[in-house]
């Protein structure tokens, strides 16, 4: 039973393109995320939905487009891709309880652009 | 803000040899700190964590790793490498949500690499 799921692992495609990258989480959390993992693999933190509102939206270009259709699902939409799209991208999800919280990540998507 | 240094961002170590990869962080709130692994190619999964009580926290895969206040250190150690511990490990940071909307700050990672 995978808890947080991405499709697709593996994503390339050409400069210019418009892709999507789909988030599902069966673990019944209220709140998910998008991070992006550089070639140095440093991580940091996109967007963020609680109960399908944004409330984190970081120094992102407009090209990406985060959209929560449910709580369950959190999917990233990239328009007009460049090569510096190019990353491993993360969702999490997790459960506010009180004040603390453990996120739990998905597998990744690897985009390429080319 | 938070903020979290890995000190160290490669360890070559011997199977069966300790190990310790270092974590500092710096916060004017309190703070949850996190381990997590990652395996090549694959995705992030939660090694361990500290949200209260007992300041040594262990997972079932034999490492630990303690939190120190007065020291803001979270340093993770283990006994005794497997080869299979090869992977690269993130510390993370997050504060109460009311001041952070539950962000992760995560360390630049230390690759772990164990040796026969």
């Known amino acids: 039973d995978t808890a947080v799921s991405q499709t697709p692992k593996y994503l390339v495609t050409q400069m210019g393109n418009d892709k999507s990258i789909k988030c599902e989480q069966n673990?019944?959390?209220?709140?998910m995320y998008w991070y992006k993992q550089d070639s140095k693999k440093f991580l940091k933190i996109m967007f963020s939905y609680n109960n399908k509102e944004l409330i984190i939206n970081e120094t992102v270009p407009n090209r990406f487009s985060p959209k929560s259709p449910d709580k369950a699902h959190l999917n990233l939409h990239i328009n007009s891709l460049e090569l510096g799209d190019s990353a491993v991208y993360f969702c999490a999800s997790s459960q506010f309880t009180g004040s603390q919280e453990t996120q739990y990540f998905g597998p990744g998507t690897r985009l390429l652009v080319l | 803000a938070q903020s979290v240094t890995q000190l160290d961002s490669q360890v070559p170590v011997f199977e069966e040899a300790p190990v310790e990869l270092r974590c500092n962080y710096s916060s004017s709130v309190s703070v949850y700190l996190f381990w997590y692994v990652q395996y090549p190619n694959q995705g992030l999964q939660l090694l361990l964590k500290y949200l209260s009580g007992s300041t040594l926290v262990e997972s079932i895969n034999g490492f630990e790793a303690e939190f120190n206040k007065s020291q803001t250190s979270f340093h993770l150690r283990k006994p005794s490498v497997h080869i299979s511990d090869t992977a690269e490990y993130f510390c993370?940071?997050?504060?109460?949500?009311?001041?952070?909307?539950?962000?992760?700050?995560f360390g630049r990672g230390t690759q772990l690499t164990v040796w026969p």
């Open positions: 993370a940071v997050s504060a109460d949500r009311g001041s952070t909307l539950g962000r992760l700050y």
């Open positions: 673990l019944g959390h209220d709140t």
